[in-house]
């Protein structure tokens, strides 16, 4: 098991940068393959990016290629999702998410077994 809880969201204007932050609790953070997804009002929540569980393999969504990195401190329990040139479709709840037993990130929300509560991200455009 392990507790999840996202933190760094907040109102920022289009062009403006984020950092957001997913503290882990329980089970060492390294048994875990690391996702962020997003879901914004009225869509499905999407994958926006992953990463293995020793700090490889990152996985990004096209549309924040070049803007978002993902990054792990296993010492610390904790992921990060930099957020750069944010735009208002950026706007979302995001998730962050662990897998167990995984060695490459996948982007379905189903293959996901612990999620945060979410933070909100709004930018104005």
């Known amino acids: 098991q392990v507790q999840l809880v996202e933190s760094g969201g907040g109102l920022v204007q289009a062009g403006g940068s984020l950092r957001l932050s997913c503290a882990t609790s329980?089970?060492?953070?390294?048994?875990?393959?690391m996702g962020w997804f997003r879901q914004a009002p009225g869509k499905e929540r999407e994958f926006v990016a992953g990463?293995?569980?020793?700090?490889?393999?990152?996985v990004y969504t096209d549309s924040v290629k070049g803007r978002f990195t993902i990054s792990r401190d296993n010492a610390e329990d904790t992921v990060h999702l930099q957020m750069n040139s944010l735009k208002p479709e950026d706007t979302a709840v995001y998730y962050c998410?662990?897998?167990?037993?995984?060695?490459?990130?996948?982007?379905?929300?189903?293959?996901?077994?612990?999620w945060g509560q979410g933070t909100q991200v709004t930018v104005s455009s």
């Open positions: 998410a662990a897998e167990a037993y995984a060695f490459n990130v996948r982007t379905t929300s189903a293959a996901y077994d612990f």
């Open positions: 329980g089970r060492p953070l390294n048994f875990y393959v």
């Open positions: 990463i293995g569980r020793n700090g490889g393999g990152t």
